[in-house]
């Protein structure tokens, strides 16, 4: 059932992207969002996808991979094939051509993924640490004298710090 709801919920948030221009949905669970427009490579039709992007300099970084299966999804067929598409980001809608990195070379080597998982370490960490010392006020003082340090936690854990 959380499956079916959450495949529910995506269909709906790429629905409302596509079809509002990219005004609504440019978001999803805070990761920055693109409309994909290719050339089907066996109808010849155009395609619309959503997709989570990466951004380093001036390029574009997005992930075949299907929820992790082994099989490679639909619009990674067309971009081989047609390799020239159209992007969206917002509003904004500009003209691409797409290129994929190398063979056996993985996307962990890129240098801005792994300055994200470095920082990503480092923000697990200190938001444990926060917790753990709410935690330990809570047991010594009570709920109500500790409500700045839960609050301040809470915080901590939920805001973005990575600008996209």
């Known amino acids: 059932m959380k499956r079916y709801l959450l495949f529910l919920f995506l269909f709906f948030h790429n629905y409302i992207y596509i079809y509002s221009n990219g005004r609504i949905g440019k978001f999803l669970n805070k990761r920055p969002c693109l ?92 938001a444990r640490l926060m917790v753990q010392d709410a935690a330990k006020k809570i047991d010594a003082q009570g709920t109500y004298k500790t409500r700045a340090e839960i609050s301040l936690s809470l915080i901590h854990i939920s805001e973005p710090t990575r600008p996209y």
């Open 35 to 126: 409309i994909l427009y290719t050339t089907g490579a066996k109808t010849n039709l155009e395609r619309k996808n959503v997709l989570v992007f990466l951004k380093e300099d001036n390029e574009i970084c997005i992930v075949a991979s299907k929820g992790g299966s082994d099989t490679n999804p639909g619009w990674y067929h067309n971009l081989k094939k047609y390799p020239e598409c159209e992007v969206q980001i917002g509003r904004d809608k500009f003209r691409a051509v797409s290129r994929e990195i190398s063979e056996g070379k993985m996307l962990s080597d890129k240098q801005t993924i792994q300055n994200w998982i470095a920082e990503s370490r480092a923000e697990i960490n200190a």
